[in-house]
């Protein structure tokens, strides 16, 4: 059995899809069970991460389990902090129910280290996951190019409802984008591979593009012409709340993510890839495929 927290969320998902095709008894763990969909295989249980309710039994009798959790959601004592009591009940319930190991899915950071409190968050939760879980395994990626995936639909949104394109200065960083599709294959296939115990891993795409070409490439795709125009500045705080605005999604959400964009993400190396052989889509594959799943949804008003 293997458990999959954040099962209600956009990876989480797509995860539990991606194990029920395989036939792999899963138990999907959320605070609201009716928000998982019912299907034969997958054993829908009640818990809470951040007052451990209901932990130990859910990862009672499971081999494996997948971390899937990431608060970024405003709160008096900011995300940070609940992502850090989320992390250590997960541990302390996962050693009294005899579980050591787990999968966690976190960012990639830039050469020198995180800049942002999200991806400090991130790597504060991986610590605390292979501190306590010693045979755990962290994968690490970058922007995931899926119809559901937060960072992808900014960009595309932002392509859509803008028709000249503000590029601040982080539009010249760069950074490997992974698909949906990989991004989940890599997860399914951690705990068959032994070698990844214990180890933190990069994953991402072929291709290395800075954040302005990924824009382009999204504008091109989409069909629609954009102008440019490059800012010699970042301005964060500022940007993110235009952005909060155009996008119409939570500044909370907006500014970790944009901060995120201020240095270069990307893989520390190639190992991920010679411990799964994924063959990775092309970004240009990833956004088509990832634009027909949106439209198949909801309507593109760029298109």
Request: with cysteine; glycine share 8%.
């Amino acid at each position: 059995m293997e458990l999959v927290t954040g099962a209600t969320g956009y990876i989480g998902r797509r995860l539990i899809d991606r194990l029920h095709r395989e036939n792999r008894p899963v138990r999907a763990l959320a605070r609201d069970p009716s928000r998982v969909e019912e299907r034969p295989g997958v054993e829908v249980v009640v818990g809470d991460l951040l007052t451990g309710d209901g932990l130990e039994a859910a990862l009672d009798g499971c081999s494996s389990a997948y971390y899937l959790v990431h608060s970024m959601e405003p709160g008096s004592n900011g995300f940070e902090s609940r992502d850090r009591q989320a992390a250590s009940n997960f541990v302390l319930a996962a050693q009294v129910a005899g579980l050591e190991r787990a999968v966690y899915l976190g960012g990639i950071l830039p050469a020198d280290g995180p800049h942002s409190t999200h991806l400090r968050s991130r790597l504060e939760v991986e610590e605390i996951l292979l501190e306590g879980l010693p045979r755990s395994t962290a994968l690490r990626a970058s922007i995931v190019i899926g119809a559901q995936s937060s960072s992808f639909r900014i960009l595309v949104r932002l392509v859509e409802r803008l028709r000249v394109m503000p590029f601040p200065a982080w539009q010249a960083h760069s950074t490997r984008p992974i698909a949906e599709r990989d991004a989940v294959e890599y997860l399914a296939l951690t705990p068959q591979r032994t070698e990844a115990e214990g180890r933190s891993l990069d994953i991402g795409g072929p291709d290395t593009l800075s954040y302005g070409r990924m824009i382009e490439r999204i504008a091109d795709l989409l069909g629609v012409g954009r102008l440019s125009l490059r800012l010699p500045i970042n301005q964060t705080p500022a940007a993110s709340a235009v952005v909060s605005a155009v996008v119409e999604q939570p500044v909370e959400l907006v500014r970790p993510l944009m901060e995120s964009l201020e240095h270069d993400l990307l893989p520390r190396d190639e190992q991920a890839a010679s411990v799964f052989g994924v063959r990775t889509l092309s970004f240009d594959r990833a956004v088509e495929r990832a634009l027909a799943a949106w439209e198949r949804d909801e309507e593109l008003a760029a298109r």
